[in-house]
């Protein structure tokens, strides 16, 4: 027997007929003697045509009254799953967030959560009952108000449901089998991992592998919740999907676990930039305040000792704006010229084991060397080294390094 | 400066179109110095789309997670109104029934209000706050869930929210301009009445003028809440519509205020039933088992002093069930034959005046006879004279009593 949170996203409870396999799938867990929680999403579609209610009526809206809109979408499916659960014999009731509550600051449209109260729902589900339990929704501590965690916040609510109720697992289940080592559209050979740790989940996640939020994976690192991946159709319902936990429970650690790429990257060169103390500051508060996120940072050495080249990565939508910020500095930073372009990539290998093994980062850059790929910046982390290169090289330095960190399936 | 609740059904508050238009409806009472509660209903249509999903996943289903499923139609339309007020510059917050709260009982699915704390609506109120409550919902005094109060129940709220804030007037903002003296379908000369007494109010809406829910008026009755039914589009926001108030509100009171008529009426007749003690009771008792509802009863004087006709009214959906209850008690009942039609209408005369007037009555009859209709049976109240007639002079009576009673206009 094990306490386990099941959660199922916006397709996955997209139709009734969707709900009603949702509910077989719950019931199966429950026959095979687990006590269950299940966090559900809006139904597929629902949430942005709720939003588009609230535009419609004002552009600018009151994020509170947004909420108030906006968590009807998983209230729906709460109610429907319970009916679909009751239907099949299974005993099961609705949980909204203001039930139980599940607690939250008052940040609305993009709350965090701050407390579950679990009492009673431990209580019932001791005796067999299954708590339907409304994602991204919760109460504000201080407002009393309904409240909304944000875009995939249902990922969120289901981690943290997990680590209140000390449940033995998470699972989500999703369109997809599992977390792969990359992108499977590029690479045929990619592996579905059996096991990946929440460090580098965390980078997987945030360098554009879209299975996890990332907030739930940091609560669930926090917490040490496991989180099961696994994919909502029931012909996958056998296939164990990916488990994301602590670096404990993963015996036989890859040196690389995984390879990813974004394309939402531009690079700024500033050329000759006057080497003083504080000129870095100087560039990078500017982007600072307009809310550009920098990425990578790399300084050339000063041939003459008194100036230097500067290049950084912005988001692509940020480019243009991150531009004008600095064309208008252009005399109080003192560059000579300045040069933009969109068209790169940030490539990424990832894993806890290169911690502990040298000649990591050789292998990537003779890997695309080989391949005649030029590599125009570079930045490290304990877990991940990042090379930028031209967008046109992304599917051949993805397969290459697929293959010389041995990633390619038999 | 009055205290004033207003309500939008679902037609009101159909498209974010007429939302916007209800705001600027809200914004002028606001303006007027008014302190403002707005009771809305969920947007047309949305009531019907969410109960379809719950039949959908299980026809039979708890009505509890019905509850859950069919409540966020109200809760989208308050956040959506609140939103279109701020817009406005008009301070808004909406209210579900479980934040102020609306305490009902726990019959879910057909919830009845019990209590509602106005504490802090009251103190927004008086700050400039309107306050945007959700119609038709509550929370379950001793479940602590969300409740329905069933079909039409938004008037009921708005009616229980104007008798708990002490209300100066509750607005009830519809597709009709008022109450009129009788359907203007039949009578074009049909006039709208300026006023109309709960006793009358309730006779009309029961008999088949369906511009107020029943319960919402006798909760009126009961509390002293003048009710003013209004047309809710901007063309008529000038028109007064009708007040439903006490007699005593009333300084010239119409002898009959209005003609109503119920097709919904089925005409059973038993001939020759024992004229013996308790068989009455042992007709209509399997009646009252079956759940059938009978209206009007007559009982002829028998001419042999052992046996007597007696003729009643059912609704016209449960003439079936009844007439099998009574011929499988044919032998028991001893009557020797039995007749059924639903081929009748009944039509009444209401007027709280016909206390005080006397040969009400008899203008009704001659006025019936003048034009050879047939009445089969008739009963009175105080304040009410109903005949059953064939069907096919229901027109024709109900414009002969009309100008009868000098309600034409003029």
């Not at 990813?260 to 003083?276: C, F, H, I, Q």
């Not at 030029?374 to 397969?399: C, M």
Request: with cysteine; aromatic share 4%.
């Amino acid at each position: 027997m094990a306490r386990i949170v099941m959660k199922f996203g916006g397709t996955s409870v997209g139709s009734v007929e969707r709900i009603q396999a949702v509910a077989r799938r719950v019931a199966e867990e429950v026959e095979a003697g687990n006590q269950v929680a299940v966090v559900v999403s809006a139904m597929s579609g629902e949430t942005n045509r709720l939003f588009g209610l609230c535009r419609d009526v004002a552009p600018m809206h009151d994020a509170r009254e947004y909420d108030v809109v906006v968590s009807t979408g998983e209230q729906v499916t709460i109610g429907l799953l319970s009916i679909a659960l009751q239907s099949l014999g299974v005993e099961a009731r609705s949980w909204m967030g203001w039930q139980l509550p599940v607690l939250t600051d008052v940040a609305h449209g993009r709350a965090r959560i701050l407390d579950i109260n679990t009492e009673t729902l431990i209580e019932r589900m001791e005796q067999g009952q299954v708590a339907v339990v409304a994602g991204f929704q919760g109460l504000g501590q201080t407002d009393n108000r309904v409240t909304t965690l944000g875009r995939g916040g249902s990922d969120t609510s289901a981690v943290a449901l997990a680590a209140a109720l000390m449940a033995d697992r998470c699972d989500i289940y999703t369109d997809v089998q599992g977390v792969y080592t990359t992108d499977p559209r590029i690479v045929p050979k990619a592996r579905k991992l059996d096991r990946i740790t929440y460090e580098e989940m965390l980078e997987m996640a945030s360098l554009g592998a879209k299975v996890l939020q990332t907030r739930s994976v940091e609560m669930a690192m926090k917490h040490g919740v496991r989180v099961q991946v696994r994919h909502s159709w029931p012909e996958y319902w056998t296939i164990p999907g990916t488990l994301v936990c602590g670096e404990d429970e993963i015996v036989e650690k890859e040196i690389v676990s995984g390879i990813t790429y974004s394309r939402d990257e531009a690079k700024v060169t500033l050329a000759k930039v006057s080497d003083l103390p504080g000129v870095a500051a100087r560039i990078f508060g500017p982007l600072a305040d307009g809310n550009i996120n920098v990425d990578m940072i790399v300084q050339n050495v000063s041939e003459d000792g008194q100036s230097t080249d500067l290049t950084f990565t912005v988001p692509t939508g940020d480019l243009d704006k991150a531009v004008k910020l600095l064309e208008e500095r252009r005399d109080e930073l003192g560059y000579k010229a300045l040069t933009a372009t969109d068209g790169v990539v940030k490539v990424s290998v990832i894993g806890v084991g290169m911690r502990s093994h040298a000649g990591v980062a050789q292998t990537m850059f003779k890997a695309l060397a080989d391949r005649g790929i030029n590599i125009q910046v570079i930045t490290t982390s304990e877990i991940k080294i990042s090379v930028l290169i031209a967008e046109e090289y992304t599917e051949l330095a993805v397969r290459a390094l697929h293959s010389a960190y041995g990633l390619d399936a038999a």
